[in-house]
């Protein structure tokens, strides 16, 4: 990659705090902006200069007070929005020690901006010594483990790393701090395998809203005969491989994975740059990969494993997302929700139930795709294939077809 322009990996200026002026704060900047860094930029004498779009969406900082923080100090910004930024006095105190020694390298008390950048802290930063600066590639960590819950993001510690960079001439060109959760690379990596795009699209949703998408619910058909006939470390088995199988045909065919309520599950087709064709073709290439992976959940001559499968299409969702017990999920509330699931209960012997708003949702390159003759489908009243009560209450008059 080029790294002299980045202007068109860089979200619109709309959604970020302003780059610096200074040609090389600015690729700096630059730099973290495109890697996604939840990071900050701050001048020769640690004044603020940029605020990266990730870390503004973690910790819910608005693009107006992003640029309120700019121009001021490191410790004066720390200080001045307690709220958001100061750690609990003990952690504060260890911050402190971290933090004025490396600030007073550069910015001593001899100097003419030394009262603005230590602000209250002026007195304590009087008494202390500064540090060496550090290599040009050397960081320094500091470690907020109180500030995790007003963060309500991240479930370890938040480790803030600052870099020094330099310029040609060995002065100081400015300082940067990139912050991460303090666990290790190897945990990062297996919460995020196999998760990454479902976190993604469940990213997009941060902000609750109205949104149309298919829904999609399985459910595993005569379970309880299943967990009878089965070992319990073979019923397990095969209550993981269906839940790995209904997540990863979610992933794959652009959805979002629901909750698991033992053995069932739920997912989301949330419509993207408004082609519901693309949502509702989504939701019935995962239910098919669903039926046709259940299958081989289990080893030749073991019982046979089906799961019925209930698709609609929710045109009001409220849809959002949610982190409840540090699991990032997306819920969805409305009617739909509730018909859908009343779908799901009238499918039988690994059927694939449609309803005739998700269908005629496809257009005909997508049905074509999927094998279905859309003009050719026989639907039917739910109320017809369910007699159970809830069905005819809730959704009796729905029209679907078996896919």
Known sequence: MNTDNFSSYIPAMSTMARLPEEPGLRHLAEVLETNGAVAEVYDHKWRLVYVSTEIRRMMAISDEAARDYLGISLTVRTARYPEIWAPERKTAINWVKAIYPMMLHDVPPGDPDFDEIFGEGRDVAARMDPAPPPALTATVTTSWPDAVERFNTWTGDIENLYQRFLKPDGSLLGVTAISRPAISPTLAARLSRGEREN????????????????????????????????????????????????DSSVTDHGGITG?????????????????ESVAAHG??????????????????????????????????????????????????????MNEAARIESVASKGAVLGSKQLIERLDPEAAGELDLERDRLAYRPLSELGPDEKVARDAGSIAVAEL
Not at 208 to 224: H, K, M, N
Not at 259 to 275: I, P, Q, T
Not at 314 to 329: D, I, K, P, W
Request: aromatic share 4%.
């Open 199 to 246: 976190l993604e699209r469940i990213d997009r949703l941060s902000d609750p809203a109205r949104r149309p998408a298919a829904i999609l619910f399985a459910d595993l058909e005569a379970s309880g005969d299943l967990s009878r006939r089965l070992p319990s470390r073979a019923y397990f088995e095969l209550i993981r491989g269906l839940t790995d199988l209904i």
């Open 259 to 275: 909750k698991h309520a033992g053995d069932g599950g739920s997912a989301l087709f949330v419509v993207e740059d408004g082609n």
């Open 283 to 336: 939701a019935i290439a995962a239910a098919n990969a669903i039926r046709e992976g259940a299958a081989g959940l289990l080893e030749d001559g073991g019982p046979e494993v089906r799961v019925n499968l209930g698709l609609h299409w929710g045109a009001t969702l409220m849809v959002g997302q949610v982190s409840a017990g540090g699991r990032l999920e997306v819920t969805a509330l409305g009617d739909e």
